[in-house]
């Protein structure tokens, strides 16, 4: 070192350091790698010197300089390992030795109004040298993947490691040689997902041409001798047609360059075509378009958008490199591109297309400081579904649409873009997705031949194919589909028809608002151009006790229809909760209130009548018709029986109900049967009528202006405890899934699990009551006497319910809950057999957030409850409550006690009667006999007519009907019409609050034989689905005799809960 910095004779200390430096960084770093040079540390230092010295020179630059002062040294620079450069510097940035500031200046701002919000590149004074090369001759890491081998790429190595660098025009005779940079920029990789080959962590561009260390190395490498024989193209083009060929000839081939195909790799092998014209002839120029990349579109499509108002396609070609190079502000060439016109209304309306002939060239690097944002054919979805289906380009944008939107409906609070993207086009989200709605099309799934797409003299490929496009459905947010939904329904709306023609002259003013402030429409998937397909994350609300599709945007309410020959049952499948579902057939229901003022049928078209209107709107379907697209990742559904049941349950019941549904869903006849109309009157939007539906009462649904109850509270109304930010309706806070938040705060499948089987006899109806007992402003639960609940309790009404059940065997402790499987209650516990056996009945309370349960709770369903085990088993065997006084309970003889609490879990097994038939029961003696007991227990359904008969005596009816004719009493009796709510996403509880209904119901069998219900619902919650022509189970109505017989529902409230059989409903 000393000899090397001697020969520069005095030198300041500066200057020595710098010298120094120099040498240590060839010594560590150059050498290594200078193969095959004999050469010294020393002799090598010197030639980076001169490297140095050249570059400055050629560029004017005073350093090198031997001047009066001195020898000028470029002491603000220096030398800089691969290594170093990868792991210190995490943001982009270049370096311009020869560069002036007005220089950098001029390149980082040329950009026009463009990109007027990106900064330019940060610049540094780095040095980089080392050996160029396409990495061939160097021995590959066991780490390296495949994809990293391919040709094309070039590397900058040095003995700390390699870097990928892009040059806009490359010298063959630089590679395997030592080069130095005079200007280069650096950009990192800042996601780490795309860490190709998981070793390399950016790139470097290269702005200028390197200089070689070694000059001389480059004199007559490239010459060729003089006189060389060749052919023209049209020569060689006639020996091979006429099949010539010899294995020891060879042919020299001289023409001019007229066509170049873009870089290929299949199978590991990469390489390109190139095209000669004769001299003579006059070649065709191909299409040329230059531009500036403006903005990244999608990276993963292949869609860039160039300067600020075209887009670019590179999705049909395999990109050079990752698309290296493709940022922002980098100025490109394109060389036989597609030029398309209005071929997607969500992307560019001229796009240019490159195909397998087209080449795209960067002409001049970005100098802003945009990321780079690789894209790769593989692994890729968009690509994957390209090539399946051979798209042409409206198409395959259509594709891209779509897939942008799911992801935005759903990422990141429900789903992980990768889970979205990943790319398995059989089982994947996407793929499932589209291999659902596109086996259906007349799309063309012809094989791509990427070799006659080449080299045929006739260009075919997908982007000059152009069909028309055939897009075969739609995929919007929930949020969207309820604007739109809701503006369908009243342009809809005509006044007159929803009164009776004969009579409408005759109608007061009172009756003919009433008959005006309720109706409905009804939209099918057919009903929207292309076809409406329903996504979301199926939950059930906390607030509500609703079941619901969510997106990012918003909520849906569900009314989930469950038709089985078999047994007839409402549908209680808890393992589709946080599930990602799609629904392809349903019916989404728009119910209109309308609060007017009419006085005379004259006075219709005038809607200043009309002071209020508002909307409830909610999708029904069948759960056979629910598809699930991804489970929740806690689990998939679990394995609750044993392999006899299971596979007797999905051959008789499961396979009754598909194809009931199926028979459903596909009749397209209507129910005449319409509510305010006569038969000479015009027409209603009308339901189709479905089969033996049985519809559990529902809650409030997604509206633009909100009907609240006047005892509810803004904050409740929209599901916002303590005004924290949720998700709409959830009450999830955005970027956390429901699925993860219940796992973090249950903890129950990492500590074990204690579990009770039980069969549901009865369930009370969803109604406000005073919760407030016994609790903290937390909702922990106390216990206390009657007086600390008249001392504590802050009269608070809030949703709740109750069920009754019968415990079926004793608790069991489980290590985890994800490996609950069989049903050892019934096949191990031998008290079940003996005819002594004491059913234990239990009476469970929900309130709180654990309402989310009501819906999928039903009469005649085997559940699992499931708590902690550090709870242990005896919390299923509490005599006692917190919510409800001492003295209360002893004076109700109530029996087990159990308030489900928020951090629990139910399963849902099966239907008691599907058990009773199962393979399970004929294997024991006298569990038959045990299960007929069981069924004693629950509620006997009658028919209208007995319970229109005279001599009926009891006081409680249940029944199943069909709702032939629905009427609003008094809809302008209430004070509060609407509390205005501004969110839009906002929920309502109780709607409409103060209404009373009027049911025409008549008999399933024999609509002749009906009956009127009153429901009053001042503390009901408000019930979906009640539309005419549906079928619906009533259970627990008072029976009233006057003139005639008719029944009636009149919940009311008390400061604890009401005994189970009280005059409640479930409508």
Not at 179 to 198: E, F, K
Not at 518 to 527: I, R
Not at 988 to 1007: A, C, E, H, I, M
């Amino acid at each position: 070192m000393e000899e090397f910095v001697s020969e520069f004779g005095e030198l300041n200390s500066a200057d020595v350091q710098w010298l120094q430096n120099l040498y240590r960084f060839t010594e560590e770093n150059i050498l290594p790698v200078a193969v095959g040079c004999e050469i010294t540390c020393k002799e090598l230092s010197s030639c980076l010197f001169q490297c140095l010295c050249r570059i400055c020179h050629n560029h004017s630059n005073t350093c090198g300089y031997q001047g009066k002062d001195g020898l000028i040294l470029p002491l603000s620079y220096r030398f800089i390992s691969i290594e170093e450069l990868r792991s210190q510097q995490k943001t982009p940035c270049c370096s311009q030795l020869t560069w002036s500031t007005s220089q950098f200046k001029q390149w980082t701002t040329h950009k026009g109004n463009l990109l007027i919000s990106q900064k330019a590149l940060s610049r540094t004074n780095l040095l980089l040298c080392g050996l160029l090369t396409d990495k061939t001759s160097i021995i590959l890491s066991s780490s390296e993947s495949q994809e990293q081998q391919n040709g094309g790429i070039l590397y900058l190595q040095d003995k700390s490691g390699f870097i990928p660098c892009e040059i806009i025009k490359l010298d063959a005779r630089w590679l395997g040689h030592l080069v130095m940079l005079p200007s280069w920029s650096y950009i990192p990789l800042t996601d780490a997902v795309w860490r190709l080959g998981g070793t390399e962590a950016g790139y470097i561009e290269v702005i200028e041409a390197p200089f070689l260390v070694f000059p001389k190395l480059l004199v007559g490498s490239l010459l060729v001798p003089n006189a060389l024989n060749v052919l023209l193209p049209d020569s060689a083009i006639h020996l091979l047609d006429k099949g010539f060929y010899c294995h020891k000839v060879k042919m020299n081939i001289a023409g001019e360059l007229g066509r170049l195909s873009s870089l290929i790799s299949i199978r590991g092998k990469t390489f390109f075509s190139f095209f000669l014209n004769s001299f003579e002839t006059d070649a065709s120029l191909p299409v040329l378009v230059k531009g500036m990349i403006s903005k990244v579109l999608n990276i993963a499509a292949g869609l860039y958008e160039l300067d600020g108002k075209f887009g670019l396609c590179v999705a049909y070609q395999q990109v050079v490199n990752y698309g290296r190079g493709l940022r922002p502000g980098a100025q490109v060439k394109i060389h036989d591109a597609h030029v398309h016109q209005k071929a997607s209304d969500h992307f560019p309306h001229i796009i240019l297309c490159c195909c397998l002939r087209s080449t795209l060239v960067i002409t001049e690097f970005s100098g802003l400081s945009t990321e780079f944002q690789p894209f790769s054919s593989s692994g890729n979805v968009y690509i994957s579904l390209l090539f399946k289906y051979n798209l042409d380009l409206p198409n395959y944008l259509w594709v891209v649409h779509i897939i942008e939107t799911f992801t935005q409906r759903f990422c990141p609070q429900f789903l992980t873009k990768q889970h979205i993207l990943m790319c398995d086009i059989d089982s994947g989200i996407i793929g499932m997705f589209f291999n659902s709605v596109l086996k259906y099309t007349r799309w063309n799934k012809s094989v791509r031949n990427i070799h006659q797409e080449i080299l045929a003299e006739s260009h075919h490929c997908p982007l000059k194919e152009i069909t028309q496009p055939s897009y075969p459905c739609q995929n919007i947010s929930l949020s969207e589909l309820l604007s739109l939904a809701e503006e369908r329904a009243w342009q809809s709306l005509h006044l007159p028809s929803l009164l009776p023609h004969a009579d409408i002259k005759y109608l007061l003013a009172q009756q003919l608002n009433s008959k005006l402030a309720w109706s409905f429409a009804v939209l099918k998937p057919e009903d929207f151009q292309p076809q409406m397909i329903l996504h979301g994350v199926f939950q059930a609300n906390s607030r509500t006790g609703h079941l619901q599709l969510l997106d990012t945007s918003g909520t849906l309410d569900c009314v989930v229809q469950n038709l089985n020959e078999v047994n007839q049952i409402a549908f209680s499948d808890t393992s589709y909760l946080d599930c990602l579902v799609q629904l392809r057939k349903y019916q989404l229901v728009i119910e209109r209130f309308i609060h007017s003022e009419f006085p005379s049928f004259k006075q219709l078209d005038d809607l200043a009548f009309i002071k209020e209107k508002h909307t409830r709107i909610y999708v029904q379907f069948c759960a056979a018709d629910l598809q699930v697209l991804k489970r929740r990742a806690a689990s998939t559904r679990p394995k609750l029986l044993s392999p006899a049941l299971s596979s007797t349950l999905s051959t008789s019941a499961r396979t009754a109900a598909r194809s009931s549904c199926n028979e459903a869903c596909r009749n397209d006849e209507l129910n005449s049967i319409t509510s305010n109309q006569h038969q000479d009157s015009p027409s209603l939007p009308k339901m189709p009528r479905l089969k033996e539906v049985v519809l559990q009462e529902g809650h409030v649904g997604e509206s633009r202006t909100v009907c609240s109850h006047p005892l509810w509270t803004g904050d409740e109304a929209v599901g916002i405890p303590g005004g924290r930010k949720q998700l709409p309706g959830t009450g999830t806070p955005p970027g956390h899934s429901t699925a993860c938040t219940r796992q973090r705060k249950e903890g129950t499948c990492s500590v074990g699990c204690v579990t009770q089987l039980i069969l549901v006899t009865h369930k009370d109806a969803l109604m406000l009551r005073n919760c407030q007992y016994g609790r903290n402003e937390g909702c922990e639960h106390i216990n206390g006497s009657e007086e600390a609940f008249i001392k504590r309790a802050k009269p608070r009404l809030r949703l709740a319910f109750q069920a009754s059940a019968v415990n079926i065997g004793s608790p069991r402790e489980w290590k985890d809950e994800s490996k609950i499987e069989g049903l050892p209650e019934l096949e191990t516990d031998p008290s079940l057999c003996s005819e002594h056996n004491n059913r234990t009945e239990v009476l469970l309370d929900f309130m709180g957030k654990s309402v989310k349960w009501y819906h999928l709770i039903n009469p005649g369903g085997v559940y699992r409850l499931i708590a902690s085990k550090q709870l242990g088993v005896s919390v299923f065997e509490q005599r006692s409550s917190s919510t409800i006084p001492r003295k209360t309970l002893q004076s109700l003889n109530c029996p087990l006690f159990i308030t489900f609490q928020s951090g629990w879990n139910l399963q849902y097994i099966s239907t008691l009667s599907s058990l009773h038939q199962s393979q399970l029961s004929k294997n024991r003696i006298n569990l038959s006999a045990y299960f007929e007991n069981l069924a004693s227990k629950i509620t006997r359904l009658c028919t209208i007519q007995e319970v229109l008969s005279l001599t009926f005596s009891a006081p409680l009816v249940s029944f199943t009907g069909i709702i032939l004719e629905r009427i609003c009493i008094n809809p302008n009796r209430r004070t509060n019409f609407a509390a205005v709510i501004t969110d839009k996403n906002a929920q309502g509880v109780s709607v409409p609050g103060d209404w009373g209904l009027k049911l025409t119901v008549g008999d399933v069998q024999n609509t002749a034989v009906a009956l009127d219900i009153y429901v009053n619902f001042t503390m009901l919650s408000y019930t979906l689905g009640i539309l005419p022509g549906t079928v619906v189970l009533f259970c627990s109505l008072e029976r009233t005799t006057s003139r005639l017989v008719f029944c009636k529902s009149e919940p009311f409230c008390l400061p604890h809960p009401p005994n189970t059989h009280t005059h409640t409903t479930v409508v």
